[in-house]
């Protein structure tokens, strides 16, 4: 789903070498949420508007502007996007998504956790118990 309405994030970044009107002090890339709007689909627009407010949002591009862009996390999102895009009958040149595709990672088996050792005895409560007493060994009296 995130795939499908994010498919263009990376329209909202602006390198700032690449622009003249910004100031010769600032260097490096931001994201423009306006501009990122703009590029958005009219019908998922105000949806995404209030999105790029959240802290999850701000938290998921603050992690493409500063982390590797081979991360593992970025390289999985960003083919899901390819994935998706792929799928259009439109597109006659489809994008490899070699990650998605890497059989190195997957579950190779099976580990069960071994169940809790039976208690000696159980104990039932009417109501959450408030009092509880402890002996020196830390057991429940």
Do not use: C
Not at 67 to 76: A, G, L, M, R, Y
Not at 113 to 127: D, F, G, L, M, N
Request: proline residues 6%; neutral net charge; glycine residues 2%.
């Amino acid at each position: 789903m995130f795939a499908s309405l994010l498919y263009n994030y990376r329209t909202g970044f602006i390198d700032h070498q690449e622009e003249r009107t910004i100031s010769a002090g600032r260097k490096g890339i931001h994201f423009s949420k306006d501009r990122f709007l703009k590029h958005s689909d009219k019908d998922t627009r105000p949806f995404l508007s209030n999105l790029a407010n959240s802290q999850m949002f701000t938290q998921f591009i603050t992690d493409r502007l500063l982390k590797p862009s081979q991360e593992p996390e970025i390289v999985v999102f960003d083919e899901y996007i390819k994935l998706k895009l792929n799928r259009s009958k439109l597109k006659f040149v489809k994008e490899e998504t070699p990650f998605l595709n890497d059989d190195s990672y997957r579950v190779s088996q099976i580990i069960w956790a071994t169940p809790p050792e039976e208690p000696h005895s159980i104990r039932e409560y009417k109501r959450f118990p408030i009092d509880l007493t402890f002996d020196n060994n830390d057991t429940l009296r």
